[in-house]
């Protein structure tokens, strides 16, 4: 099975995050989909989404996603699930703060030709409990791979 829509679905998400466009955003999810956010909220539906997001890019400028995918698994061929690790860049800033590293993973549905986020989590890379992974994947690791992305 081909994982490039797949792919393509979730970079047009961090595209629209990084471009503060809620309406973007939430238009690629089913109505009736599920987020786990960052700081472990929750939103349930595309209208809640969009609601959510609109009132934070009002309030503040969000950091923009540096994102490596890596994984994509068909678990039939309606419904997929994408695993990636994001960094983030903080506004005015050119770099990575290593201190927000996150894993992130998706669900998508077939719906007809298209398909459709069901299911996003962004959980953050701290390893709580486990300081020789923190300092290792998160710290070092992790950020100096993403950081490879900022160069192309």
Not at 45 to 54: D, P, W
Not at 79 to 100: E, F, K, S, T, Y
Request: proline share 4%.
């Amino acid at each position: 099975m081909n994982t490039s829509a797949i792919e393509h679905l979730y970079r047009q998400l961090l595209d629209a995050w990084n471009k503060q466009e809620a309406s973007g955003f939430a238009s690629l999810f089913a109505k009736d989909c599920n987020v786990v956010g960052f700081d472990g909220s929750q939103m349930n539906g595309a209208a809640e989404i969009e609601s959510e997001l609109s009132q934070i890019f009002a309030h503040h400028k969000t950091a923009a996603y540096i994102t490596k995918v890596r994984e994509v698994r068909f678990l039939s061929p309606e419904i997929a699930l994408l695993r990636a690790v994001v960094g983030m860049v903080p506004p005015g800033q050119n770099d990575i703060n290593p201190d927000v590293n996150a894993i992130q993973s998706l669900v998508a549905v077939k719906q007809g030709d298209a398909w459709q986020i069901t299911f996003f989590q962004n959980t953050p890379a701290q390893f709580h409990g486990r300081p020789e992974l923190a300092e290792e994947l998160t710290k070092e690791e992790l950020t100096k791979e993403l950081r490879q992305l900022l160069k192309k």
